[in-house]
């Protein structure tokens, strides 16, 4: 059973950092991808990173590109999302999920309908 734990969330200012972490259980890391998604209240989940379960490059949606990274450990089957210059918008619950099928990302990754393990999510605000 595949089990899914995401940590990391909390109160941060405007322009301020955190790092969110992802463990997962119950599959073989590296043979998926990984996506980062979050939902902003009365907004639809979003999908916001991605990386291949052996690494390499991650893929971004435009409104975090060059804000957010993403990360994969292997050896601790935990992923990351490292957040800096944040703003009062990127305010959210934060989920992580593997993908069901490919070891990359997929041209459909951002879709949350593609994946079927949800954690139940970390929240973070950014206060203006």
């Known amino acids: 059973q595949v089990q899914v734990v995401e940590s990391g969330g909390g109160l941060v200012q405007a322009g301020g950092s955190l790092t969110l972490s992802c463990t997962i259980s119950?599959?073989?890391?590296?043979?998926?991808?990984m996506a980062w998604f979050r939902q902003a209240p009365g907004k639809e989940r979003e999908g916001i990173g991605c990386i291949g379960g052996t690494g390499g490059i991650p893929e971004y949606v435009d409104t975090v590109k060059g804000r957010f990274t993403v990360s994969i450990d292997n050896a601790k089957n935990t992923l990351y999302l490292q957040m800096v210059s944040l703003k009062p918008e990127d305010s959210a619950m934060y989920y992580c999920?593997?993908?069901?099928?490919?070891?990359?990302?997929?041209?459909?990754?951002?879709?949350?309908?593609?994946?079927?393990?949800w954690g139940q999510g970390t929240q973070v605000t950014v206060s203006s």
């Open positions: 999920a593997p993908d069901p099928v490919y070891r990359y990302c997929p041209a459909s990754w951002t879709s949350p309908a593609r994946y079927k393990n």
């Open positions: 119950g599959l073989r890391f590296g043979n998926y991808a």
